[in-house]
């Protein structure tokens, strides 16, 4: 098996396991063993590989698309992640997004707090940070295209 097969192999694996094998199972139609045989680094299921419309699906319920950001990967490309996933959209103008940034900052502030319990910053607890600093970020480049677009307000 060659690197790159193992390679999406292990990122295919980890899809399933982030969305979970029993709920894989039912959003894709295929069986525990089939689903196994597509990670499987066995020589046998060495040219078995899960189909694309099933990595769609899967990746929908994932919290990150495994397989596609390694398919980036594999070809040089980068790949920009909107982890926000609203369940509806947001009604856009500046105040919804003085309060989205308020909020943001309330759980940027919880996380660093609950970090800061025991005196240091574990591993997990800066992913947790930097995480929350993201979607916070991300909240202020909705505000400022909203102003820019609103108000014909461009930055000098």
Known sequence: MTAV??????HTETLVKDVGIEQACKLTGKSKATLGRYYSDHDEHADRFMPIEAVALLEQASEYPHVTAALAELSGSSLQYDERRPNA???????SDVIALSQRFAMLMAEYQQSMEDGKITVNEAKRLLKETVLLQQ?????????ENDHGAAPT
């Not at 097969?5 to 292990?10: A, I, T, V």
């Not at 959209?89 to 105040?95: D, F, I, Q, S």
């Open 89 to 95: 959209e947001r009604p856009g103008g500046v105040n």
């Open 139 to 147: 909240v202020l480049i909705d505000m400022k295209l909203h102003l």
């Open 5 to 10: 097969s193992r390679y999406l192999k292990k």
